[in-house]
Nanobody, 125 residues
């Protein structure tokens, strides 16, 4: 079973930057990598994903967040710049063939892929 280990996160003031990382225990063949987040009272939303030839960003993070991957390290990164208080959430890493843009909650009870632990990102105003 593939394990996804998340690192990074923390607290930052508005306008600041953070980078979170997700390392897979083995190559996730045929699966894209993505980041979800959930803030209290909100749904679990897809923030960004990356595949062999495309990337996705939620409208709320376009131009501020950048997803990248290092296949040699089985690691995907999410660089978060110009952070806003509304970016405050628990961020989760996932690997799957496809990603739904929203779930009622993170992690979803049924997910056809792999799901990592969450990391808290807090942005203060």
């Amino acid at each position: 079973e593939v394990r996804l280990v998340v690192s990074g996160g923390g607290s930052v003031q508005a306008g600041g930057s953070l980078r979170i990382s997700c390392t897979a225990s083995e190559f996730t063949f045929g699966k894209d990598m993505g980041w979800y987040r959930q803030a209290p009272g909100n749904e679990c939303e897809l923030v960004s994903s990356i595949g062999s030839d495309d990337t996705y960003y939620a409208d709320s993070v376009k131009g501020r967040f950048t997803i990248s991957q290092d296949n040699a390290k089985n690691t995907v990164y999410l660089q978060m710049n110009s952070l806003k208080p509304e970016d405050t959430a628990v961020y989760y890493c996932a690997a799957a063939a496809t990603f739904a843009t929203v779930f009622p909650g993170c992690p979803p009870p049924t997910f056809f892929g792999y799901w990592g632990q969450g990391t808290q990102v807090t942005v203060s105003s």
